[in-house]
């Protein structure tokens, strides 16, 4: 393998051991169409470049991904409604909570509509930003089951609109206690957490209330 062919592919490996940030991938994608693009036309060209070609198509991959994402984001702008689970997300992109900020150059900010349900069950975040207060005004439904979170930012407590909480299968081990302060709840999944008891005080603010699911039998998925 030639110098050059090393340097690009050590560049590959660093961006898939070392990936970018969540507000980073458009900078990302970048970079990596134009060394993939020119070892698509180069690696013909060199004697061993079977370790190329590997990093090429597992970091294609990896940038698909982020693709489909975007395009994800894109819709909601138009629907309100943002579906991210089973994304592979480590953490909860800049764009979910400043989706204004983050416009495609061809879209329009009177078209945009504000994020009414989030779904980004099953990823692997470990914990929601403090940026999340953005969607406060307009919330409605929130899911985020099955993601190692243990705790909740304060911004939570600005939700005051919304109405569907789902926190079933995380790493919690007490009762969030900012979730007393969403008065409008109606449906609330804390189950298969190691939650063991309810907080003294503010429980009984949740007035609208029909659905609490706090039981902690083990989920088919740790039962193996």
Not at 169 to 178: D, K
Not at 205 to 223: A, F, K, N
């Amino acid at each position: 393998m030639c110098i050059r062919d090393r340097f690009y592919a050590f560049r590959l490996f660093s961006v898939l051991f070392f990936p970018p940030s969540c507000g980073s991938w458009p900078k990302f994608e970048k970079a990596i169409w134009k060394i993939s693009k020119y070892h698509k036309g180069s690696v013909h060209h060199t004697r061993d470049s079977s370790v190329v070609v590997v990093v090429v198509v597992i970091t294609i991959a990896i940038m698909s991904l982020s693709i489909a994402a975007r395009k994800r984001l894109r819709d909601s702008r138009r629907t309100g409604s943002l579906a991210l689970s089973n994304a592979e997300l480590s953490c909860l992109p800049a764009a979910v909570c400043n989706p204004r900020d983050h416009l495609e150059q061809d879209e329009r900010l009177y078209e945009c509509i504000d994020l009414i349900k989030l779904d980004v069950n099953y990823n692997d975040i470990q914990e929601l930003p403090e940026e999340i207060g953005e969607l406060a005004g307009s919330l409605v439904v929130l899911q985020a089951a099955h993601n190692p979170l243990r705790r909740l930012p304060s911004a939570i407590a600005s939700f005051s609109g919304l109405k569907m909480l789902n926190l079933s299968n995380c790493q919690f081990s007490e009762f969030p206690v900012v979730v007393c302060a969403l008065t409008s709840l109606v449906e609330l999944r804390l189950d298969h957490n190691a939650i063991t008891a309810l907080p003294a005080d503010g429980i009984g603010d949740l007035v609208e209330l029909q659905v609490c699911l706090l039981y902690t039998s083990p989920s088919p998925r740790d039962r193996g």
